[in-house]
């Protein structure tokens, strides 16, 4: 096999694997902050105005790392979307709508009703 054979087939092989992320709009790779995270839905106007999800909290540790009561995983975080990798949250999507904060993503790619917003630091 020629050098130039093997370049062709590189770049087809990295463009197969690119494809899914460009057709998702991906941006670049990077990490959300370390800290925790509570996540909630929204309440109404009688009552309190967003309702604590206690079983959806996590911790974001350490290079695209996170710990849940269940356990702990892996995220990916292509531009503002986050899709959790591994461990028990695996293949939950979120989108990132600030610096601190997350919405879950319906099956459609619209915003879902929970938020997760960062609390604090890891303790």
């Not at 995983?73 to 899709?83: I, M, Q």
Request: one cysteine or more; proline letters at 7%.
């Amino acid at each position: 096999m020629t050098v130039k054979h093997s370049a062709i087939i590189l770049a087809i092989g990295l463009g197969a694997l690119m494809a899914p992320l460009a057709a998702h709009g991906a941006g670049p790779l990077s990490t959300l902050p370390v800290g925790r995270y509570e996540c909630s839905l929204p309440g109404d106007a009688g009552g309190s105005p967003w309702i604590p999800v206690e079983d959806k909290r996590f911790s974001i540790k350490n290079a695209s790392r996170y710990l849940s009561a269940e356990g702990s995983g892996t995220y990916l975080l292509s531009g503002d979307d986050l899709v959790f990798t591994r461990g028990p949250m695996k293949d939950e999507r979120y989108r990132r709508v600030g610096t601190t904060m997350l919405r879950t993503l319906n099956p459609d790619g619209s915003l879902g009703r929970m938020r997760c917003v960062r609390t604090g630091p890891l303790q």
